[in-house]
């Protein structure tokens, strides 16, 4: 059997890929097969965290407009990730996966607090921790919470599962002769603007020296496939 290419990894899955073509809500099908794959790379010894975004419930200040306070939509915001971990882990829990969810924000009721030593200490026992609340932070992007978590957990890369396959010139949507990049360096995407993810994200993980990988959730066996080392996505690194 092919040796995975990572031994511990951070998953960042979007809000809305988990509301699969309905944009909004959970579709329970997507998360499905989400979490059957993530239990495939922990059966294959990979140590996974996860940090889930929230948009498919509020997007923050994009859902407020100019009608709310910046961080009481943050806030907001930092509750719908909740919703997405408890989600999560129940149905990875169904597929027989030990799972913690850990929350920036303290709701004891529901969730651990968030302790470095404690998450580490879950990956090590082979357990799938899942980070709710983003960095805890108004103005912090849940991109910006996966960087975070990844440094602190020492992970050997960060795996972005979004609802594009890759990093482009440009828009795809918008403009047909955009280019797929195989790789490119985190100065390039600063300085080109690219919205792979915002800035304060993209330079913590070129401070941190972490690999990126961004490929499309559309398909979530490319999970698996980008643990075990094939050429998915776009990766981001170091010059």
Not at 95 to 102: K, T
Not at 118 to 126: Q, S, T, V, Y
Not at 206 to 230: Q, S, T
């Amino acid at each position: 059997m092919t040796k995975p290419q990572y031994k511990r990894v951070l998953i960042k899955i979007s809000g809305e890929a988990l509301a699969g073509a309905a944009s909004r809500g959970l579709d329970f099908g997507v998360i499905g097969e989400v979490c059957h794959v993530i239990k495939k790379c922990a059966d294959a010894g990979v140590q996974v965290g996860v940090v889930v975004g929230g948009g498919n419930f509020w997007r923050g200040v994009k859902d407020g407009g100019d009608k709310m306070e910046r961080t009481r939509a943050d806030h907001m915001g930092m509750l719908a990730t909740t919703l997405n971990c408890l989600a999560l882990a129940d149905v990875m829990e169904q597929a027989g996966l030990e799972v913690r969810v850990q929350t920036a924000i303290e709701m004891r009721a529901i969730a651990e607090p968030y302790i470095r030593s404690r998450a580490i200490r879950h990956l090590e026992k082979g357990r799938v921790v899942i980070f709710g609340c983003g960095t805890g932070n108004p103005f912090f992007s849940t991109d910006t919470a996966a960087v975070l978590r990844a440094a602190e957990i020492d992970a050997d890369a960060i795996l972005l599962a979004k609802n594009i396959d890759g990093v482009y010139s440009a828009d795809p949507n918008k403009d047909p002769s955009a280019v797929k990049y195989d790789t490119i360096t985190y100065d390039e995407i600063l300085a080109q603007h690219l919205e792979v993810m915002d800035s304060t994200a993209t330079s913590l993980s070129m401070d941190n020296k972490i690999p990126v990988i961004l490929f499309a959730l559309k398909d979530p066996e490319n999970i698996y496939r980008v643990v075990m080392g094939e050429k998915i996505g776009t990766i981001v690194k170091e010059a």
